[in-house]
């Protein structure tokens, strides 16, 4: 079992930088990857990116590259989500996520964090 709590949430203007952060418990050294995804009111939830648990191997969405940047603090079992040069349309609910197996499925979800873009 893992538990994933999500935090860093908020308001920022259009522009502005974020970071949210998922703090990982439980049996941590089985995870492989963790995954951010996101969530906006009326639509499916959207895969952010992803960083693997040991290398800190990333991949990031297209519509993240470049903007958003995933690292990991390995001491406190923590991944960071920065997010950079915000704009209304990234207004979710952001969640992370772990990946047990390798398999790009997702085991374990965190509650989710509200990130709210103001123009």
């Known amino acids: 079992q893992v538990q994933l709590v999500e935090s860093g949430g908020g308001l920022v203007q259009a522009g502005g930088s974020l970071r949210v952060s998922c703090a990982a418990s439980?049996?941590?050294?089985?995870?492989?990857?963790m995954g951010w995804f996101r969530q906006a009111p009326g639509k499916e939830r959207e895969f952010v990116g992803r960083i693997t648990w040991r290398a800190g191997a990333t991949w990031y969405s297209d519509s993240a590259k470049g903007r958003f940047d995933i690292y990991r603090d390995s001491a406190k079992n923590t991944v960071h989500l920065q997010m950079n040069s915000l704009m209304p349309e990234d207004t979710a609910v952001y969640y992370c996520?772990?990946?047990?197996?390798?398999?790009?499925?997702?085991?374990?979800w965190g509650q989710g964090t509200q990130v709210t873009v103001f123009s």
């Open positions: 996520s772990a990946d047990m197996t390798g398999g790009r499925s997702y085991d374990y």
């Open positions: 439980g049996g941590v050294n089985s995870i492989v990857a």
